[in-house]
């Protein structure tokens, strides 16, 4: 794949964190953002770490599972966005 390695890391850290921020926020338990804060060095440092994985190791499977898992959070936010407008729409109906 020709993928850029070095966009993985912002792709994957922004949404993950995104995802973990925006979930807390929809469910109004912002208690569970504090314990994000105290783990974001973590999510940081796996990601950091991706590109110099792929770069060691020249595998077209964990390209794909490392670009899932970078993607994988974008995913969940558009389906909430979805859910947002069409819940709404769906609201107004009735």
């Known amino acids: 794949m020709n993928l850029n390695h070095d966009m993985l890391t ?8 995104a ?3 925006i979930g807390p926020i929809r469910r109004q338990q912002y208690g569970e ?12 440092d796996a990601w ?10 020249q595998s077209s ?11 994988f959070p974008y995913m969940v936010i558009l389906y909430w966005a979805g859910k947002a407008v ?9």
């Open 61 to 71: 499977r964990l390209e794909i599972e490392l670009w899932a898992a970078a993607l």
């Open 86 to 94: 069409f819940g709404s729409r769906e609201a107004t109906k009735e």
């Open 19 to 21: 995802m973990l921020v």
């Open 10 to 17: 912002p792709v994957g850290t922004i949404g993950w964190f």
């Open 33 to 44: 953002i504090l314990i994000l804060v105290i783990f974001v060095m973590a999510i940081i």
């Open 48 to 57: 950091a770490v991706a590109p110099a994985a792929l770069r060691q190791e």
